[in-house]
T-cell receptor, first 116, second 111 residues
């Protein structure tokens, strides 16, 4: 049973380009969470999705950032017109139905975005 | 603002010693979880303690929760070099659909 799969693991973009990060949850998990981590800091919540629905996007910047979790395929975190401040590690986590109040989150290894 | 704040920010001990990390939070919680992160890797769940529990054990880990003080502690007994990592507490609150993570404690265990 594969864990949470994120790709790419490392991504380099120039300012103004688009970054697209993908996350495949664990098999049987229908809840996906995206977090951002700056160097030497904790994780900051961005967005929580279930299949085809955004449940909570309170941590997502209003501009340039979007997320989706389609019926088929991985969840995508999209950052348009990247700036240097977007450089960070982006982690995806998944949980089965019931979510975090019933148990743990399972994390992927992260996608490390560097904006030049 | 951070819901959880870990203390200390960094801890260096020798193999075989015990390591204690503390976490304070601000609002009432449903549960509190501890995660471990090795450098450059994702987070791994260690243990979950619910708001109506006071203590929990898992192997060499012992977690306590004091809801009156809004604090939790993680004790790692007989530490090993492989325990070197950052440790984060995370809280689930009310009907919130997310975990809120603290700032982490960086633990270094030397031989």
């Amino acid at each position: 049973n594969a864990g949470v799969m994120q790709n790419p693991r490392h991504l380099v973009r120039r300012r103004g380009q688009e970054a697209r990060l993908r996350c495949s949850p664990m098999k049987g998990h229908s809840h996906v969470y995206w977090y951002r981590q700056l160097p030497e800091e904790g994780l900051k919540f961005m967005v929580y999705l279930q299949k085809e629905n955004i449940i909570d996007e309170s941590g997502m910047p209003k501009e340039r950032f979007s997320a989706e979790f389609p019926k088929e395929g991985p969840s995508i975190l999209r950052i348009q017109q990247v700036v240097r401040g977007d450089s960070a590690a982006y982690f995806c986590a998944s949980s089965p139905a019931g979510g975090i109040n019933t148990g743990e989150l399972f994390f992927g290894e992260g996608s490390r975005l560097t904006v030049l | 603002s951070q819901q959880g704040e870990e203390d200390p920010q960094a801890l260096s001990i020798q193999e075989g010693e015990n390591a204690t990390m503390n976490c304070s939070y601000k609002t009432s919680i449903n549960n509190l979880q501890w995660y471990r992160q090795n450098s450059g890797r994702g987070l791994v769940h260690l243990i979950l303690i619910r708001s109506n529990e006071r203590e929990k054990h898992s192997g060499r880990l012992r977690v306590t929760l004091d809801t009156s003080k809004k604090s939790s502690s993680l004790l790692i007994t007989a530490s090993r070099a492989a325990d070197t990592a950052s440790y984060f507490c995370a809280t689930s609150t009310g009907t919130a659909s997310k975990l809120t993570f603290g700032t982490g404690t960086r633990l270094q265990v030397t031989l």
